[in-house]
Nanobody, 119 residues
Framework: VQLQASGGGLVQPGGSLRLSCVAS????????VGWYRQAPGKQRELVAN????????NYKPSVEGRFTISRNIAGNTVYLQMNRLSPEDTAVYYC?????????????WGQGTLVTVSS
């Protein structure tokens, strides 16, 4: 599985950005796909994920209601719509996929995309 992330950038507090992650390769094996982030000096943390087939979602509490994860199965793409951004959301965001246990529950990462929230 290969993951290509895009959509980061500089945005003012209160603004919005949409991240995209295009998956390729063994798409059929993907169970869960989502986004993690890592701020300077901090550990990487889960932001949101979704089961690829059913679309069941899970959010970090501090982003729930502001961020929305969605997927376009036909386009093999997962999105993270981020609204009401604050400086605390500044981080490198990574797309992540995990395959089903049938396929070994392997983890895959895309390259990071930097989100900077600043006035």
């Amino acid at each position: 599985v290969q993951l290509q992330a895009s959509g980061g950038g500089l945005v003012q507090p209160g603004g919005s950005l949409r991240l995209s992650c295009v998956a390729s390769g063994d798409i059929f094996a993907i169970d869960v796909v989502g986004w993690y982030r890592q701020a300077p000096g901090k550990q990487r943390e889960l932001v949101a994920n979704t089961t690829y087939s059913s679309g069941r979602t899970n959010y970090k509490p501090s982003v729930e209601g502001r961020f929305t994860i969605s997927r376009n199965i036909a386009g093999n793409t997962v999105y993270l719509q981020m609204n009401r951004l604050s400086p605390e959301d500044t981080a490198v965001y990574y797309c992540h996929a995990q395959t089903s246990w049938i396929w070994g529950a392997k983890n895959y990462w895309g390259q990071g995309t930097l989100v900077t929230v600043s006035s």
